[in-house]
């Protein structure tokens, strides 16, 4: 009788599934360069941005494997800021150097504005096994698969309550008539329907785009059912103009977006 094969092997078999945080090292958050007009810190979302998801491999043929990783990670920063009423004379809804008649709002609800950084990934692995001793293997492969951003901004003047959450922001439904109240001013010139005055107020801009992570990983299988994986990478993601949407509608002028940066992966998986 002889061996079939010996290590390191010229086949192997078998595969794993585990949790699998990554860390990413974005260059820049998309769009929160904008946030300055709400008055933000952004240097307060994570950094790095943490995407907590669950990876699974196995091995297809020789020394190729094959996998998936899943995921998705949120941030958010929010502000109260202080809140001052003025005269605004030109109607521009901007305080100019000669409206100089205000005063500081104390009314009873204050105004918060939060902004939600959410970044999820779905996207198939394929990689090139290395070994370099008998439970310690080196690989290098890449994430190839779709990416999702979106910047969830809300501005309250209130707390909601269920009720409100509900309510038509256009006006009173009866039957299937839609009535919507102006003022008498505006009786014979409204063009356009304008939300009523409501607690809350929430945009959603979103954009989905491929996204390819080239990286390097080492794999140690230091029980038998049980190992680890830690992968070193970069994330690569481009949002072409005009795919930005606001509220699922295509916004045409938004500007080319990069979701890249420096990535670190770690899985504890079960399996071979």
Known sequence: MSAQFNYPAEDFLGGGIGYSPMYIKLNAIPGASSL????????????????????????????????????????TVSSVPTAVIFVDEDGDNKKGPGENTQKEYDGYYGMSIRAKFSFMLGAASVEYVMPILQDLELSTGALLGLGRVNMGIEQKSGS????????????EMK?????????????????????????SFLRDVSATFFNFQPYLA???????????RISLGFNKGTINA????????FIEDSPTTSVSGVSFRTMLYLGL
């Open 218 to 228: 080492i794999k140690w299988q230091f029980l038998e059912r049980l190992g680890l």
């Open 242 to 249: 005009g795919n930005w949407k606001l509220n699922g509608r």
């Open 175 to 199: 039957g299937d008539t839609l009535f919507y109240g102006v003022s008498e001013s505006e009786y014979d010139n409204t063009n356009t329907f304008s939300p009523l005055e409501i607690p």
């Open 160 to 171: 909601s309550t269920w009720k409100k959450v509900f309510e038509n922001a256009y006006g």
């Open 36 to 75: 300055n007009n709400f008055g933000l810190d952004t240097t307060k979302f994570d950094d790095p941005f943490v995407i907590h998801g669950g990876e699974g491999f196995a091995h297809i043929t020789g020394r190729w494997r094959l996998g998936g990783y899943a995921g998705m990670g949120s941030s």
